[in-house]
Nanobody
């Protein structure tokens, strides 16, 4: 069983940076495609970014060029560096481990096998 623990959320002014971390338990971290989703107040959870087990990265259009996802397999950790934050980036950010050997759309949250509990990011205008 994989357990995911996020950290790094907080309050930041618009235009500022924040880095989220997600550390996984278990010895198979490098086998998972790892992603970040977020949920704004009153909205559904949405895909933000993913880094595959082969280090390919994909982003939702609204964060492309501002967010960077990376991973350190030796530390069982995935990161989300968020720059030039906007108020619309506010929400709870969830770390996600996709189903092993998954090959479908990363936007599909039903493809996620393991979720973290989330960390709150608040961006003030």
């Amino acid at each position: 069983q994989v357990q995911l623990v996020e950290s790094g959320g907080g309050f930041v002014q618009a235009g500022g940076p924040l880095r989220l971390s997600c550390t996984a338990s278990g010895r198979t971290f490098s086998s998972y495609d790892m992603g970040w989703f977020r949920q704004a107040p009153g909205k559904e959870r949405e895909f933000v970014a993913v880094i595959s087990r082969s280090d390919s990265t994909y982003y939702v259009a609204s964060v492309k060029g501002r967010f960077t996802i990376s991973r350190d397999n030796a530390k069982n950790t995935v990161y989300l560096q968020m720059n030039t934050l906007k108020p619309e980036d506010t929400g709870v950010y969830y770390c996600a481990a996709y189903r092993l050997f998954y090959s479908g759309s990363y936007y599909d949250s039903s493809a996620v096998d393991h979720w973290g509990k989330g960390t709150l990011v608040t961006v003030s205008s």
